[in-house]
DNA sequence: CTATGGCACGGATT
DNA sequence: AATCCGTGCCATAG
């Protein structure tokens, strides 16, 4: 029934139940949004401007002590360090800035899109071009990309590729900017040029976007910068310029905050909800876990507001009495979001240390479940405070909070291991035989479906290379 | 006869 | 209650 497993002060009611569920449940992303809509809505409620601390430059916890150079001196290696740390910074991906689109957000549906991009474009068009625009505009998916080639429509319409590309660039600079790209990486880019005109953007966002996508995304920016032969520091400014004026998935600004399932190829870059390293980058060292609150400073009870409760009478007193429980309420029940996601992250990287420190193939399978015992509260808390949550790992890479739970993540990279040192191609029965011998023990079946989620062709259609 | 993919069932997850 | 994932069974390809 309902959970009497928190450590609160004052008693609990249903409605402190639900808002704390509500947004444990909601990424950084999302949370930004409800806090500032509570904060825009009741008088009650303060943001308590940030102090930061001489040394690093943080924003100060509520206490007034630096989350990072506060940390312990007893370096107990094996004890990780967990903290909320408030980000005034914060800068959510999946939002366009408001100069590139002012206008209200439209319907979601993809097929309301098409409709809406030809209207824009339609004037534009003779009658064949609108017959491709149309066709083109057809087969959108859900991120506004195309799911056919250019060529095939060229086929298909018997013209020339030409012509199809000329249709396409017309599309692409229509609202939502970048709709009608193959992938992200195309999108970005009319995107970049279409910014370019009214705004200096920054030299080699280009040459980032177009070359190295796939670094930028997993945030490898040593790499970028290695490989570009500029400083580590600009590539990252390039990156958050990218971040804030740019979207990999064009439809997606109108969806609003999505829950994308996002595989690798797909996701481009987050904000991460929660950024663990090993201090020092040593992997023997300590976990040091940030918790992203998507805010600078403190969220708390205005003291003002406070007092002038206490000198007013009657009605006007009432309306102020509830402005001032709903504040008090939403900064109690924030309090035990972040409470939660600490205890929470604080049991799950210990368990998973190696998986952080060595890779993929030591993530233990752990389930929802088995983390709810252990933590006393029940398992629906830790569903909601793992989905659509984005983790930042100490190897910079980006993955879903989910992916600590993966039952098979350690089992195919392992795969992986074995079909890329094989000798000559294994059957599928022979691969389970060999991650029995690894302690994994898995239907031969399975075995096929993991190959085929890490895209292997079958035994006889590889060959050792 | 062997290797693999499709479909469906049951338990876990959401 | 709906959905996802591992697995067993079976059909099909080689």
């Known amino acids: 029934m309902f959970q009497l497993h928190y450590q609160v002060q004052k008693p609990l009611t249903t409605a402190h139940l639900a808002q704390t569920m509500t947004l444990l449940s909601l990424s950084a992303f999302e949370l930004k949004q409800q806090i500032e809509s509570e904060l825009a809505s009741n008088p009650a409620l303060e943001l308590i401007e940030e102090r930061r601390c001489p040394h690093c ?10 989350p990072v150079c506060s940390l312990p001196k007893t370096m107990d290696v094996t004890e990780p360090v967990v903290y909320v740390s408030p980000r005034d910074d914060f800068v959510p991906s999946r939002e366009y800035s408001d100069d590139m689109y002012p206008d209200e957000p439209l319907s979601a549906a993809t097929d309301n899109l098409t409709t809406y991009v030809i209207k824009q474009i339609a004037p534009e068009l003779d009658h064949k071009q609108q017959l491709i625009a149309v066709h083109l505009l057809s087969n959108l998916d859900e991120d506004g990309f195309l799911s056919v080639t250019l060529f095939e429509v060229a086929r298909y ?50 040459e980032i976007i177009d070359q190295f996508m796939d670094l930028l995304s997993k945030r490898q920016y040593g790499e970028i910068a290695k490989r570009i032969g500029i400083g580590q520091q600009r590539v990252e400014k390039i990156a958050n310029f990218i971040g804030e004026n740019l979207n990999p ?67 006007s007193k009432d309306a102020m009495q509830s402005d001032m429980d709903r504040a008090s309420l939403f900064v109690k ?61 100490p190897n910079r890479k980006i993955v879903p909070m989910a992916a600590f739970f993966d039952r098979s993540l350690s089992a ?54």
């Open 157 to 206: 319409f018997h013209v020339s590729l030409r012509d199809v590309e000329e249709v396409q660039q017309i599309i692409q600079l229509a609202d939502p900017i970048g709709v009608g790209s193959a992938n992200p990486r195309e999108a970005l880019l009319v995107q970049l040029k279409v910014i370019a005109e009214n705004k200096a953007i920054p030299e080699y966002s280009e």
């Open 249 to 315: 998935f064009p439809a997606r600004a109108h969806w609003g905050n999505v829950r994308n399932p996002s595989t690798p190829e797909t996701s481009v870059y987050h904000q991460p909800d929660v950024i663990i390293k090993f201090l020092n980058d040593d992997p023997s060292a300590q976990l040091i876990v940030e918790i992203i609150m998507p805010i600078g400073g403190t969220l708390s009870i205005n003291a003002m507001y406070k007092k002038a409760l206490k000198e007013s009478e009657g009605e």
């Open 412 to 465: 195919r990279s392992i795969l992986r291991e074995i079909i890329s040192t094989e000798k000559r191609p294994l059957s599928d029965t022979e691969i389970r035989k060999k991650l029995e011998e690894r302690g994994i023990k898995v239907a031969r079946r399975t075995v096929a479906k993991y190959r085929s989620m890490e895209g292997i062709l079958p035994a006889h259609l590889r060959h050792a290379t």
């Open 57 to 66: 430059k943080r924003i100060l916890s509520a206490h007034g002590n630096c």
């Open 333 to 393: 029940c924030l309090q035990q979001r972040n409470h939660t996601m600490q205890r929470l992250l604080e049991k799950l990287v210990v368990i998973q240390r190696s998986y952080l420190s060595k890779g993929e193939k030591y993530l233990k399978p752990i389930t929802r479940a088995s983390l709810a015992i252990e933590l006393g509260v029940h398992e629906s808390t830790i569903s909601r405070a793992v989905s659509g949550k984005i983790v930042e790992l």
